[in-house]
């Protein structure tokens, strides 16, 4: 059995990016405490805790990527 990975559509992806874009921003400039609070409301299924992963993913390479340059 093979696995198909199918991509999300141009739009659709926009608009993905977008939100995971906010997020970063809000975790950025966020204290720990409301990072925390921002969590547990926020992040209660296993979905949800993949998408936080990816935007932080993301965050870090951003990071990681500046510090190269």
């Given at each position: 059995?093979?696995?198909?990975?199918?991509?999300?559509?141009?739009?659709?992806?926009?608009?993905?990016?977008?939100?995971?874009?906010?997020?970063?921003?809000q975790?950025?400039?966020?204290?720990?405490?409301?990072?925390?609070?921002?969590?547990?409301?926020?992040?209660?299924t296993?979905?949800?805790?993949?998408?936080?992963?990816?935007?932080?993913?993301?965050?870090?390479?951003?990071?990681?990527?500046?510090?190269?340059?």
């Amino acid at each position: 059995m093979s696995t198909v990975i199918v991509s999300p559509t141009p739009n659709k992806q926009r608009l993905m990016d977008a939100k995971s874009e906010a997020l970063l921003q809000q975790l950025v400039t966020a204290t720990p405490a409301q990072i925390d609070a921002y969590l547990n409301a926020n992040v209660t299924t296993l979905v949800q805790a993949r998408q936080v992963l990816k935007v932080l993913a993301i965050g870090l390479r951003y990071v990681y990527l500046k510090q190269v340059q």
